[in-house]
């Protein structure tokens, strides 16, 4: 099968949109710089915003901001009661210490779920405030196409906060046997053969090949990378889908992180409500 995320997206924003015409929620969109992928990532999540019938509100400060001057805005927002959620678009200039900025973030304001407390409260409980978007979509993704996720063997390939830590976790909840690579395993292979369900989200093109993954696995691709104006994912796909269960780049998981960003964004408004 092919992994498409897109359906599943429209279903989510769908229910997304008959609530939010109701309480009509705000994200607030804080941007430091002039990355060009986050500007177009910023520009799909403001036009779907507004589709749904959230406003969305962009904040943007220029390269050579001081982190002194961000943290003062996110506590603007924080105490904002007019903005429900916000969130930090990564990633940060690199003078700014991003886990600092982070930190700041009210947990109930927090829609993106990569504030210590939240991510905290989801490898200690499992029960954050918010969950990462894109580990959302994944395990919705794997779900929705009748994955067998307790008792299998799940390769994470990546170890950042936003799709490998935390999707570790949401798998181990499954009851999943999880295994965490990352740039310093040796013989990466022999983790992917061996696996039910791999996730590759580490922006190394083509890094996953159909000799690493074994016939009816589902590997799931988070990677991307723009390589000659295309962008392209961690999994070599025209290969991989002959013998396993694979989602696109683009086209895969993309759709449903943008999806459960606004998603949070609703969860954010009733909290902020009372609701």
């Not at 050579?64 to 930090?88: A, C, M, Q, Y």
């Amino acid at each position: 099968m092919i992994l498409s995320g897109k359906k599943i997206a429209e279903e989510i924003l769908d229910e997304v949109k008959r609530e939010a015409g109701k309480i009509k929620p705000t994200l607030g969109i804080v941007f430091v710089g002039k990355n060009p992928a986050s500007e177009k990532y910023v520009g799909t999540k403001m036009l779907r915003a507004r589709e749904v019938g959230i406003e969305a509100k962009l904040f943007r400060l220029p390269e050579r901001t001081s982190k002194k001057t961000l943290l003062s805005l996110v506590e603007k927002l924080n105490k904002n009661r007019n903005i429900d959620g916000f969130i930090i678009q990564l990633p940060l200039p690199r003078h700014i210490n991003q886990f600092e900025v982070l930190s700041a973030v009210d947990p109930k304001k927090d829609v993106d779920g990569f504030s210590p407390y939240n991510l905290g409260r989801l490898f200690s409980s499992g029960d954050p405030y918010f969950v990462p978007a894109t580990p959302q979509g994944i395990m919705r993704i794997l779900e929705y196409y009748g994955a067998k996720i307790e008792g299998a063997n799940a390769v994470v390939v990546g170890r950042s906060v936003i799709v490998g830590k935390p999707v570790a976790a949401l798998l181990l909840q499954k009851n999943a046997t999880v295994t965490l690579c990352h740039s310093k395993t040796k013989n990466l292979s022999k983790h992917t053969k061996n696996a039910d369900i791999v996730v590759a989200a580490v922006g190394s093109p083509g890094l996953i090949t159909a000799g690493m993954v074994k016939k009816g696995a589902y590997v799931i691709d988070v990677g991307t990378t723009n390589v000659g104006g295309k962008l392209v994912g961690d999994v070599d796909f025209e290969n991989v889908k002959k013998k396993a269960h694979a989602s696109p780049v683009p086209g895969g998981v993309g759709p449903l992180t943008v999806a459960y960003l606004l998603k949070n964004t609703l969860k954010a408004a009733k909290f902020l409500r009372g609701g």
